[in-house]
């Protein structure tokens, strides 16, 4: 296979950049040693925001970045990013109330905001906002963000890619490149043993916290830039509150936790900021991150919560650049693009970055390889097209939803609703004429049927109960059987 570009690494940003580069008409393969979005990029806060806290680091640039970008990525993909509004509690002896009104006001404004409801001081005391908080919870303030479906969206951007002619491969590694003449001469294996050698005329380094030792050691070019690895870890609890708002709780070592609503019968809680040193593919979360996280919101919450009722979760390592900070959680998100060109073999290495700006990370990754390439008049796409499933009429999810429920009006609502959020209007996909559940085949239990199992076999790449059950879906959270769906994979593998 000739390929211009072959990306390695199928989280956000290789996904990322293998949509923006196959829009631009450029021949693009995407390598994955594992699962689309198996390690960090499905190990989030959720989250598409600007970052309230790193405005204390003083990085205004990597946070009007980001809210212009939530902007954007709410228009592209309504159908999995929502509005979220968050509930700051005062804390006498933290953060003055000045600097918290400040804040907020440069967060309201600094990247343009048309979309979301603006912040504003709030009263909690006898309130539902104040209801779940301890009494000395008096006051606080309201701001805007929004939350994201994280795995679905690195999936929906591979998808994209490949409806763009990309081919995407996934449990299958890169195993060595060298340069051979004008490119790359790659060898790749999938989990079967079976080899792939390909031409690529550059190559994108995206491997996430891969992203530090891929150089050296397939492709004898040791970065110059290094990685800094840092662990967060969530727990996922049985509803805590009644509402649909979050909150954001400080800690008094200045870290910051939120307490989000999640799956509609869960409340999501996190994160941790760790120092990593060990195999990011093994990375748990330890009683110490529990202990953590459980005293920073019984501080906050009346109900002090406890480890044993944890229902779920899940730890990533995030890959940042090394800016030599001390602390794990001051270390900055923003990223850092890395080119070398020696031996007519362009090598881009992607360092660092958030959930938030992974398009635009795309785009100045488009703008620092194309020239590498030769190649010119191929402009940026990504900020005004619809991600797969996103075309909603007026970007309007609810109404949407509103419209399934009514079209899909002999299925159960609660399906219905679930799917539209999952795959906007990709869902006609799955649900086709079906005018009863049983028109979906076997129920595997957490609201997941077998017509959903095929099409994510079929279109998204999964392969195993865990890519359907825990990135695809969150079904395994509702009980859905893993023995079952895996059986109707290997199924339809066969």
């Known amino acids: 296979m000739d390929v211009d570009l072959l990306v390695v690494g199928g989280g956000i940003n290789g996904a990322g950049i293998a949509r923006d580069a196959a829009g631009r008409g450029l021949s693009v393969c ?8 198996s390690h960090t990029s499905s190990a989030s806060t959720k989250l598409i925001h600007g970052g309230l806290r790193y405005l204390e680091q003083y990085e205004l640039r990597l946070v009007r970045e980001a809210l212009s970008e939530r902007e954007r990525l709410m228009a592209i993909a309504p159908h999995l990013i929502r509005p979220q509004r968050f509930v700051l509690p005062y804390v006498d002896g933290l953060r003055p109330r000045w600097l918290l009104r400040l804040g907020l006001f440069v967060y309201d404004h600094a990247g343009g905001r048309d979309k979301l409801a603006a912040s504003h001081s709030v009263d909690l005391a006898g309130t539902p906002l104040g209801a779940p908080l301890r009494e000395t919870m008096q006051t606080g303030f309201e701001y805007s963000d929004c939350w994201v479906d994280d795995a679905r969206l690195v999936v929906m951007n591979a998808r994209d890619a490949a409806d763009r002619g990309a081919t995407v491969l996934t ?10 003449g004008a490119g790359w001469l790659a060898r790749c294996e999938d989990r079967q043993g079976k080899e792939m050698v390909l031409r690529a005329r550059a190559i994108v380094n995206a491997a996430g916290a891969w992203a530090g030792s891929l150089p050296g050691s397939l492709l004898g070019r040791p970065p110059r830039g290094r990685l800094r690895l840092v662990k967060g870890s969530h727990l996922v609890f049985p509803k805590l509150y009644e509402g649909d708002h979050a909150y954001l709780l400080q800690s008094p070592d200045r870290r910051v936790v939120f307490a989000i609503p999640y799956e509609d019968h869960y409340t999501l809680i996190g994160t941790t900021d760790m120092p990593f040193d060990g195999d990011p593919s093994q990375v748990t979360v330890s009683d110490e991150e529990v202990d953590y996280l459980c005293a920073c919101v019984s501080r906050f919450f009346c109900a002090p919560l406890k480890a044993a009722d944890v229902a779920w979760h899940y730890a990533g390592v995030r890959a940042l650049f090394d800016s030599g900070e001390d602390r794990a959680q001051v270390v900055s998100r923003d990223y850092h693009l890395e080119l070398t060109t020696n031996h ?17 990370l795309a785009e100045a990754a488009m703008e620092q390889l194309l020239p590498a390439l030769g190649l010119h008049d191929l402009p940026p796409w990504t900020d005004g097209t619809a991600l797969p499933g996103g075309d909603l009429p007026d970007a309007d999810r609810e109404r949407f939803i509103a419209h399934a429920v009514a079209r899909w009006k002999g299925l159960p609502p609660s399906l219905v609703t679930r799917l539209a959020g999952l795959y906007g209007t990709r869902m006609a996909r799955i649900l086709g004429a079906a005018s009863c559940a049983a028109d979906l085949g076997e129920d595997l239990g957490g609201g997941l049927t077998r017509a959903e199992v095929q099409y994510l076999a079929r279109e998204e790449w999964a392969m195993t ?9 969150k079904c395994g959270l509702h009980g859905a059987d893993a023995a079952r769906v895996a059986s109707v994979l290997e199924r339809l593998r066969h």
Do not use: C, H, M, N
């Open 465 to 473: 109960a865990e890519d359907v059950l825990w990135r695809r879906t």
């Open 30 to 37: 995407l390598v994955e040693q594992d699962d689309l979005a």
């Open 344 to 360: 007519d073999a362009p090598l881009l290495s992607v360092f660092g970055g958030k959930i938030t700006t992974y398009r635009r």
């Open 171 to 180: 449990r299958t590694r890169l195993v060595s490149a060298k340069p051979d």
